[in-house]
């Protein structure tokens, strides 16, 4: 989880789900380390997608790390399911509802012995991430409004807070990472990474054209 190291994370969301098993291998044999999977509850976002089950599947099919995305209200509720489905790093949004609370439910997931991370919509300040900086192994900063893949990237909401969240961070001697989702491509990733990003979650972009280990390095040459 080094926070220089740049990565592209193809995002579940936008494979063909109709052959789940084969897709994930795509994305491993294109060269990803890391597979972003995104959990939506129709709830705290406006869609549905899919569920602890999923992430055991792909686990099943996959030794690559899964960044799961909790999209959801009361992650602390549904969390153990989750962990025992084979996630790696779990990521929670700041402005959902919880049980517990935000600091409680990050503990928990270190507990686990899994990395975590916070997610902050694109409406939300960096402000908000501030009472758990310390507690983070990434701060996901949404480029698109959480929900949906394909939409545009949101450049002038989202990358001042970004740099700010990077300043901080080096400013405090901190090392969380800087991940970036939604609307992700080759002439958008660069400006992210000049932002301070250093995961790249690209769901159209990589799982999108036919040739996936094309895609996936020329996502990875433009923030190289
Ligand atoms: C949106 C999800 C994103 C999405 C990425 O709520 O969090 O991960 O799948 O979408 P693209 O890369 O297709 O814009
Ligand atoms: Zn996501």
Redesign the pocket.
């Known amino acids: 989880m080094d926070h220089k190291t740049n990565l592209i994370l193809p995002?579940l969301?936008?494979s063909d789900w109709s052959k789940v098993g084969a897709e994930v291998q795509r994305a491993a044999d294109a060269g990803a380390q890391w597979l972003?999977l995104?959990v939506m509850d129709g709830a705290f976002?406006d869609n549905i997608s899919f569920g602890p089950q999923m992430v055991q599947v792909v686990r099943k099919c996959t030794e690559m790390y899964l960044d799961v995305?909790l999209?959801v209200h009361r992650a602390d509720h549904y969390l153990e399911r989750f962990i025992k489905a084979g996630a790696n790093n779990i990521t929670i949004h700041v402005e959902a509802n919880y049980n517990t609370s935000v600091a409680e439910t990050l503990k928990r997931i270190r507990a686990a012995g899994l990395h975590c991370g916070i997610a902050l919509h694109p409406n939300t300040p960096f402000e908000a991430a501030l009472p758990f900086v310390n507690d983070i192994d990434l701060l996901l900063v949404m480029t698109?409004v959480?929900?949906?893949?394909?939409?545009p990237f949101m450049e002038k909401e989202t990358m001042p807070k970004l740099a700010a969240a990077r300043d901080y961070r080096d400013a405090h001697g901190l090392k969380f990472n800087l991940e970036v989702?939604?609307?992700?491509y080759t002439n958008t990733a660069p400006i992210a990474k000049k932002h301070g990003a250093n995961l790249f979650?690209?769901?159209?972009?990589s799982f999108g054209p036919p040739d996936m280990k094309q895609s996936m390095s020329d996502l990875a040459a433009s923030v190289a």
């Open positions: 995002s969301l936008a972003h995104d976002v995305h999209m698109v959480p929900g949906f893949g394909g939409q989702d939604g609307g992700i979650v690209c769901g159209t972009s």
